[in-house]
């Protein structure tokens, strides 16, 4: 089985920035597609940003691309999503996810295709 714990959630000027953990226990994150879902409220779930455990390749949603970085530490066996230039309409409940078992073919932009989520955290941009 696999945990997921979220933190760095925040409230946060327009502008500023944030980084989000999510701490993994029970797999190894190197080993396993991991993932950034958000959602607002009113609204669905919406992808993020992905990191693929075969090449590292990250994946970005066209709204927080070139504003946001995935990464991963694998002796701290932590995925983490650094935030820029953060805007109001990033005010979101941001979630971490796993894929596991982890498959080679991974359509990272599908929630369905994540098997392990996080329990959230708050992110609040003001203007």
């Known amino acids: 089985q696999v945990q997921l714990v979220e933190s760095g959630g925040g409230l946060v000027q327009a502008g500023g920035s944030l980084r989000l953990s999510c701490a993994a226990s029970?797999?190894?994150?190197?080993?396993?597609?991991m993932g950034w879902f958000r959602q607002a409220p009113g609204k669905e779930r919406e992808f993020v940003t992905a990191?693929?455990?075969?090449?590292?390749?990250?994946y970005y949603a066209d709204s927080v691309k070139g504003r946001s970085t995935i990464s991963r530490d694998n002796a701290k066996n932590t995925v983490y999503l650094q935030m820029n230039s953060l805007k109001p309409e990033d005010t979101a409940v941001y979630y971490c996810?796993?894929?596991?078992?982890?498959?080679?073919?991974?359509?990272?932009?599908?929630?369905?295709?994540?098997?392990?989520w996080g329990q959230g955290t708050q992110v609040t941009v003001s203007s």
């Open positions: 029970g797999r190894t994150i190197s080993s396993t597609n």
């Open positions: 996810a796993a894929q596991y078992p982890t498959y080679y073919n991974f359509n990272y932009r599908s929630s369905d295709e994540y098997t392990h």
């Open positions: 990191i693929k455990w075969s090449d590292s390749s990250t």
